[in-house]
């Protein structure tokens, strides 16, 4: 459906006089292909701005390479402002601060992005891959739907959840975690937070008394790689009202770009931790920043 920005560059080049440097000209001309190719991936406009910005003082001037074209070099400088961006300072970003058991990790995000299921992924994965003793626990008081689904998948992967206790609050439910993994030696009890449709006060009230109650090491959000732009605003107003410490992006297995990505880091400046890749259980994987430049060039 796409074309590969590769391709659409060349035929920019092509057009111009071959000089032994990228001149301003050249690479303006370029930069236009890839600020389209940005927003058809569905980075968000001023993001993709800022980021064409950045790397037009990159490109400009720099000489030619013999053995790749024009084309090829401004796609090189693109994806690897790219991935720089994506990035940031993050050095490992699966590694999640899980010292000091029992470590609170706080699951948040909106009902449908795949809260659940990214709870039991990770959980299955810092037993498998960390060899930690994981309690989780659901705080979905409005759907005891949620609260059996989590059970299932704890029985599933082999993790321990919480009794279901009938009439309990969010808060109270997640001090009897708290309790439960003290006394039952885990090193990390995951809270799985109730979502909802869109963004309210209640809810979020809710999710910040949990935080206060336990205060978690971690604090993940989890969006829809697939919903773009709402996905960077989910973002901020998690972060604003909660303090988020990361993101995990999920159904980055179906055919978006990946886009999401790009504004969520530029935006929030919170590192992207894990992305979830199908509805298996071992379907999480640590983000990687040079898949996602790859695939947002196409
Ligand atoms: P929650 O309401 O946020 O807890 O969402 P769920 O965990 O119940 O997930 C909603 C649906 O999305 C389920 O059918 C999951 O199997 C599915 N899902 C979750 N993560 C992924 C993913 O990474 N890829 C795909 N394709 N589906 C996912």
């Avoid at 992967?157 to 006394?183: C, N, Y």
């Amino acid at each position: 459906m796409f074309e590969n920005l590769s391709e659409r560059l060349s035929g920019v080049f092509d057009r111009l006089t071959k000089q032994g440097a990228l001149s301003e000209d050249d690479v303006k001309a370029a930069l236009r292909e890839v600020r389209v190719a940005l927003l058809e991936a569905d980075v968000s406009l001023p993001v993709a701005r800022d980021f064409v910005k950045a790397v037009q003082d990159k490109a400009t001037g720099q000489a030619v390479t013999k053995s790749v074209t024009p084309g090829q070099q401004v796609v090189k400088i693109v994806h690897d402002e790219l991935q720089h961006v994506l990035a940031g300072n993050d050095d490992n970003p699966g590694e999640l601060k899980i010292d000091n058991a029992p470590a609170p990790i706080l699951m948040v995000g909106l009902q449908g992005s795949g809260k659940t299921t990214t709870t039991g992924k990770l959980a299955k994965r810092l037993k498998e891959k960390n060899g930690k003793r994981v309690l989780m626990a659901s705080l979905d008081i409005y759907r005891p739907a949620a609260m059996q689904q989590l059970e299932i998948l704890g029985t599933q992967i082999g993790v321990d959840t919480l009794p279901i206790v009938a009439g309990e609050s969010a808060v109270q439910i997640a001090k009897r975690a708290k309790q439960q993994a003290t006394l039952g030696g885990y090193d990390v009890y995951m809270l799985d937070t109730a979502g909802r449709l869109q963004i309210d006060e209640t809810l979020m009230q809710e999710v910040e008394d949990v935080r206060d109650a336990v205060n978690p090491r971690e604090t993940l959000l989890v969006v829809d790689g697939l919903t773009g732009q709402v996905a960077v605003e989910v973002a901020e107003e998690f972060d604003g009202k909660i303090g988020i410490s990361g993101v995990v992006l999920t159904r980055m297995d179906g055919d978006g770009r990946g886009g999401a990505a790009l504004s969520m880091r530029a935006v929030t400046g919170k590192p992207i931790k894990f992305v979830g890749l199908g509805e298996k259980m071992d379907a999480l994987e640590t983000f990687e920043p040079d898949r996602i430049a790859g695939r947002i060039l196409g």
